[in-house]
T-cell receptor, first 112, second 113 residues
Framework: GENVEQHPSTLSVQEGDSAVIKCTYSDSASNYFPWYKQELGKRPQLIIDIRSNVGEKKDQRIAVTLNKTAKHFSLHITETQPEDSAVYFCAASSGSQGNLIFGKGTKLSVKP | NAGVMQNPRHLVRRRGQEARLRCSPMKGHSHVYWYRQLPEEGLKFMVYLQKENIIDESGMPKERFSAEFPKEGPSILRIQQVVRGDSAAYFC???????????FGSGTRLTVV
């Protein structure tokens, strides 16, 4: 089955700096890669996703890149703000199945 | 649209009791997924259900855990004879079909004392 590795586990940046979170996946048949943001005590919420026929997608300050050959994808947050502080999870679809497999999360802290 | 509704939000059980967690998917969603989240850890897949069918239960412990999604009513995750190690947040997600459009509920935080 699918296995997703996520790094780093914690990330601290100064307000205004960029943050990058990286994930690798194992199942070459996976074709959908969403990113979720979870604030303390709250539900995970989808912030951006990418499909395997696209190499990059951007939405305002966040962007995701996908390298299918290397089986890795990354989340980029520019001009970070304190409200970006949260745990971020990457995920990959489990081949033909409908369920998502998640990485272990990255705790991002943005210091004002 | 009320979103994915989970109840209860918090559940306390003594060791050996049963825990029942409920999940009502978003209107129009027929796919339900259950995940477990331990403190400071990620979301671990447990089970994927469609109405009246279990599609994938590869993440479910073999004993004490079961799940159902009946034709009428919410999906239920049932944990029999709970132990302290079952203490976690249990999240349900639903989608209209397949992996895209996942929406999570607010979770049930189970504490076993």
């Amino acid at each position: 089955g699918e296995n997703v590795e996520q790094h780093p586990s914690t990330l601290s940046v100064q307000e205004g700096d960029s943050a990058v979170i990286k994930c690798t996946y194992s199942d070459s048949a996976s074709n959908y890669f969403p990113w979720y943001k979870q604030e303390l005590g709250k539900r995970p919420q989808l912030i951006i996703d990418i499909r395997s026929n696209v190499g990059e997608k951007k939405d305002q300050r966040i962007a995701v890149t996908l390298n299918k050959t290397a089986k890795h994808f990354s989340l980029h947050i520019t001009e970070t703000q304190p409200e970006d502080s949260a745990v971020y999870f990457c995920a990959a679809s489990s081949g033909s199945q409908g369920n998502l497999i998640f990485g272990k999360g990255t705790k991002l802290s943005v210091k004002p | 649209n009320a979103g994915v509704m989970q109840n209860p939000r918090h559940l306390v059980r003594r060791r050996g009791q049963e825990a029942r967690l409920r999940c009502s998917p978003m209107k129009g969603h027929s796919h339900v997924y259950w995940y477990r989240q331990l403190p400071e850890e990620g979301l671990k897949f447990m089970v994927y259900l469609q109405k009246e069918n279990i599609i994938d239960e590869s993440g479910m412990p073999k004993e004490r855990f079961s799940a159902e999604f009946p034709k009428e009513g919410p999906s239920i995750l049932r944990i029999q004879q709970v132990v302290r190690g079952d203490s976690a947040a249990y999240f349900c997600a639903s989608s209209p079909g397949g992996k895209e459009g996942y929406t999570f509920g607010s979770g049930t935080r189970l504490t076993v004392v």
